[in-house]
């Protein structure tokens, strides 16, 4: 099953593919979430509730502010409390680096073959 969604939510753009076992969501340009609960809440409206397994795609992403760090953390939080994942797949450098200088845990990967091989090792 793979439906593409193009739509605006609390984010700029997003380019969201529901995959068999998860969300993909492609961030276009340089999103900029105005409220972390904002899209934690979409998220889970979006999901149904269910297993939160979510990639994000940040390869268009060159710049991340506070308020998309924050609502990054609690979406991961909450999709981890739901027996979930948020991986992060190709950040720029920059992204990376301030992803990693927040403190927070995410998990980020090369590519996005490396993400579906993850999901393939654990579910």
Same mark, same amino acid.
């Given at each position: 099953?793979?439906?593409?969604?193009?739509?605006?939510?609390?984010? /700029?753009?997003?380019?969201?593919?529901?995959?068999?076992?998860?969300?993909?969501?492609? !961030?276009?340009?340089?999103?900029?979430?105005?409220?972390?609960?904002?899209?934690?809440?979409?998220?889970? /409206?979006?999901?149904?509730?269910?297993?939160?397994?979510?990639?994000? /795609?940040?390869?268009?992403?060159?710049?991340?502010?506070?308020?998309?760090?924050?609502?990054?953390?609690?979406?991961?939080? @909450?999709?981890?409390?739901?027996?979930? @994942?948020?991986?992060?797949?190709?950040?720029?450098?920059?992204?990376?680096?301030?992803?990693?200088?927040?403190?927070?845990? !995410?998990?980020? @990967?090369?590519?996005?073959? /490396?993400?579906?091989?993850?999901?393939?090792?654990?579910?």
């Amino acid at each position: 099953l793979c439906i593409t969604y193009l739509m605006s939510g609390p984010a /700029d753009l997003l380019e969201i593919q529901r995959l068999n076992s998860h969300l993909y969501v492609r !961030l276009k340009e340089n999103v900029q979430f105005g409220r972390a609960a904002a899209f934690r809440d979409w998220l889970n /409206d979006f999901t149904g509730g269910e297993d939160c397994r979510v990639v994000i /795609d940040a390869t268009e992403v060159m710049y991340i502010n506070v308020m998309s760090l924050q609502a990054l953390g609690e979406t991961a939080l @909450f999709c981890s409390r739901k027996g979930g @994942f948020l991986f992060i797949v190709n950040p720029s450098p920059y992204v990376r680096r301030t992803i990693h200088l927040s403190g927070l845990r !995410l998990e980020i @990967f090369a590519g996005v073959d /490396d993400a579906r091989a993850e999901i393939s090792r654990r579910f």
